[in-house]
């Protein structure tokens, strides 16, 4: 699936340490180019987003929280089926 | 608090019984959940006369590994769900891919259990037969205790 919001990623970048000024620790909602407002809470946030663009996408990030590694063995590694149980046969044998 | 509580049943390919600590080691602790847009959109939505489309139903893993909470891709997109960022997944076989984050809620089927993630990863799960994977995201608010001996587990939300 292609990634979107790429337009609302750059804007953020561009405008993060200003709203950090302005708005510490708050939840922001952006639409293309467009600051929709800054929220207490994460709900609050999706809410009205929500309000405001129905079921577009929006991009929503807590001012101030760096952007966490994201990490999924189970799926980067191909291990959800794993079972070393029952090795796979050798070719040949 | 509610509190799930499974036993884990399955058969072998011939029809034969395996023992619910088989089950539970094969299968890991897995519940049959319902997915829908997150609660607080749901509800802007139905102010605004916004159909909603019909939850997703599948099973979900609890996987202690994993930082975040995924979803199933192709579920999402029936699901119409809105993006809300997108975020790099490392992966060991091939280049990092980007992947949307979306807002999601998951209920436990036949239970009063719902649990809210706001920031599920869409994944491909389907061919793992799943539609939610749970992460520690979801997991830092419960308790789990994994019975291996009875093949059981409980989950307290």
Excluded at chain 1, 8 to 23: I, K, L, N, P
Excluded at chain 1, 71 to 88: E, F, S, V, W
Excluded at chain 2, 53 to 74: N, Q, V
């Amino acid at each position: 699936m292609a990634a979107l919001l790429e337009r609302e990623r750059t804007f953020y970048t561009a405008h993060e340490a200003e709203w950090m000024t302005a708005h510490p620790g708050r939840f922001v909602v952006v639409k293309g180019e467009r600051l929709l407002g800054a929220f207490d809470s994460m709900e609050e946030a999706l809410a009205a987003g929500a309000a405001a663009f129905g079921l577009q996408s929006f991009l929503v990030r807590r001012l101030g929280e760096k952007q966490a590694e994201v990490n999924i063995p189970a799926l980067t590694l191909g291990l959800l089926r794993a079972d070393p149980q029952h090795p796979a046969g050798r070719s040949g044998s | 608090m509610p509190i799930l509580n499974i036993q884990l049943a399955a058969q072998d390919p011939s029809g034969n019984q395996i023992p619910p600590l088989v089950a539970l080691q094969q299968r890991g602790p897995v519940v049959q959940v319902s997915v829908s847009v997150e609660q607080n959109i749901a509800q802007q939505l139905l102010a605004q006369g916004v159909p909603l489309p019909a939850p997703e139903r599948g099973f979900a893993l609890i996987d202690t590994g994993a930082t975040s909470t995924c979803m199933d891709e192709a579920a999402a997109a029936r699901l119409n769900l809105p993006a809300i960022d997108v975020v790099t997944i490392a992966s060991a076989s091939h280049a990092s891919t980007q992947q949307n984050v979306h807002p999601i809620q998951i209920e436990v089927v036949g239970l009063p259990i719902t649990i809210s993630a706001p920031r599920a990863i869409a994944a491909p799960l389907a061919a793992q037969g799943l539609v939610v994977l749970i992460g520690r995201d979801v997991l830092q608010h419960c308790t789990l205790f994994h019975n291996g001996p009875a093949g059981s587990f409980s989950l307290s939300v």
